[in-house]
């Protein structure tokens, strides 16, 4: 079975561009999950969804980020504005009940906003 | 999120030793999750725990979640090369939690 696709894998861009990470969960998984890591804050949690609805996105830094999960095999995140202060590494993560917590990460999408 | 307490930061140890490594935390958990992460990857579950007092193997690996609900461990025994990476704790009680990680290398 092919585990969380992410694209790209690497993503290069200028301070001001719009950024779009790309998801693909786990067929069946019901929920989804959108992590940031860098080397200072380690892996925080940005937003997650059940059954494509957004059920806390408290982790969200700001309004220049939002995600969408338009059907159970999609989700975006996009950064609109993008600073260098996002350039981190951006994780998706699927996971089904009744174990919701076990959660299976995507390789990650390296962002680097110069 | 917050993070979790992971001790040690990093371990340097000779391939065949037994490693051991830890999380705590001053909230309950309901569960407590292992992961391992290599360079340029995502994080890989090694071990998921669902119960108190739960001990857990898999191949070389053992975790335990803690009486108290309050911590963790990891043990891994008889270390080789490919054990190299970071190890991450992760609690789930009203939010899911990270530790900041382990970084293990192993010497041949």
């Known amino acids: 079975d092919a585990g969380v696709i992410q694209s790209p894998r690497h993503e290069v861009t200028e301070m001001g561009q719009e950024v779009t990470l790309r998801c693909k969960p786990i067929?069946?998984?019901?929920?989804l999950f959108w992590y940031r890591q860098t080397m200072m804050r380690g892996l925080e949690l940005l937003i997650y969804f059940n059954n494509n609805v957004p059920i806390d996105d408290s982790g969200m830094p700001e309004d220049r980020f939002s995600a969408k999960m338009p059907n159970a095999s999609f989700s975006t995140l996009k950064i609109q504005p993008s600073e260098p202060r996002d350039s981190a590494v951006y994780f998706c993560?699927?996971?089904?009940?009744?174990?919701?917590?076990?959660?299976?990460f995507g390789p990650g999408t390296r962002l680097l906003v110069l | 999120g917050q993070q979790l307490n992971q001790s040690p930061q990093s371990m340097f140890i000779q391939e065949g030793e037994d490693v051991s490594m830890n999380c705590t935390s001053s909230s309950i958990f309901n569960t407590w999750l292992w992961y391992k992460q290599d360079p340029g990857e995502g994080p890989v579950l090694l071990i998921a725990?669902?119960?108190?007092?739960e001990l857990t193997s898999n191949g070389r690996l053992t975790a335990q979640f803690g009486i108290t609900r309050k911590d963790s461990f990891l043990n891994i025994s008889a270390s080789i090369p490919s054990d190299v990476g970071i190890y991450f704790c992760?609690?789930?009680?009203?939010?899911?939690?990270f530790g900041a990680g382990t970084r293990l290398t192993v010497k041949p």
């Open positions: 993560a699927s996971s089904s009940p009744p174990r919701q917590e076990t959660q299976y």
């Open positions: 992760a609690g789930q009680g009203n939010d899911m939690r």
């Open positions: 067929s069946g998984h019901d929920y």
């Open positions: 725990l669902y119960k108190a007092g």
